[in-house]
């Protein structure tokens, strides 16, 4: 685990013991069971990327890279403006030592439009992954940087049992090796370093052609505009999580439809 994520887990474990003790595992089981049902994300990237691009559009209001991104923020007007541009789920954060976040704000922006949400958050604990069934999230993420086998197991038939989808978080070949374990129907490339926060989209290009065909790739950070979605689409990447860049736009519903109507249209996939 790099020092930025073992800073994050420290945190973490704090949270969670913390908001265990308000709600134990019966407590929280009970809130997840009152929860509306799970709206299908991983079909809706699939629908979105078998026709064009599927676009994961992400509700972030600060990084630790970056700093503030966006300071008038709306959690449900910018999950509308995205569900016009186009956009076939959505991310929300909701940690907020690092990023601003709250699960208020997922709540609030699955409530205003019928897209499936992501949480995107540091997962550990299965508790966590029924807290997030609870809030309203369709679909968790599991960043196998920071979670060993046995975690990313866990989290991965937590899921299951409630019935959300699963995405999976790698950055090395050797993360994309452990997530085969987990037999996950989207994958997650992260061009990011957590290490000193750079990005290369080599990543992307190189590991995309390891991922199991049956698998639907998403690429991550440092994504800027039609240019790199038609680059990475030229090595089967069809599928995509935005969120900087659309975040700072003024009008974000126009430049989530500038994004997807780049250069790479529908029924120019390229084999």
């Known amino acids: 685990m790099t020092h930025v994520l073992d800073d994050i887990r420290a945190y973490k474990t704090q949270e969670v013991a913390a908001a265990k003790r308000l709600r134990d595992d019966a407590a929280i089981a009970a809130d997840a069971r009152a929860a509306p049902a799970p ?7 699939l629908q979105a990327s078998s026709g064009g691009y599927g ?4 509700i972030k209001k600060a990084s630790p890279s970056a ?16 569900a016009r541009g186009g956009a076939a789920c959505l991310s929300v954060l909701t940690d907020g030592p690092s990023f601003q976040g709250a699960p208020a704000y997922l709540a ?8 499936p949400v992501l ?5 550990f604990d299965p508790w966590q992954v029924a807290e997030s069934r609870a809030m309203g999230a369709d679909c968790i993420l599991i960043i196998l940087a920071m979670v060993d086998d046995a975690e990313a197991a866990a989290l991965n038939a937590a899921a299951a049992h409630w019935n ?7 950055h090395s070949q050797a993360e994309l090796e452990r997530a085969a374990a987990l037999r996950p129907r989207l994958v997650g490339i992260n061009n990011r370093n957590l290490q000193d ?3 290369d989209l080599e990543i992307s290009r190189r590991l995309s052609r390891r991922v199991p065909e049956q698998a639907t790739i998403v690429a991550e950070s440092g994504l800027k505009g039609p240019d790199d979605l038609a680059e990475l689409a030229r090595f089967g990447v069809r599928s995509f999580l935005i969120g900087e860049s659309l975040m700072r736009a003024g009008d974000v519903t126009a430049a989530t439809e500038a994004l997807l109507a780049g250069p790479f249209r529908p029924g120019q996939m390229p084999s």
Do not use: H, N, W
């Open 197 to 199: 926060f750079s990005v």
């Open 55 to 58: 676009l994961i559009a992400e």
């Open 67 to 82: 700093g503030l991104i966006r300071a008038d923020f709306d959690p449900a007007a910018l999950a509308r403006a995205y």
């Open 39 to 45: 709206r299908r994300f991983a079909e809706a990237l």
């Open 108 to 115: 609030e922006a699955r409530a205003a439009c019928a897209l």
């Open 164 to 170: 959300m989808d699963v995405l999976v978080e790698v």
């Open 119 to 123: 949480r995107k958050d540091f997962l």
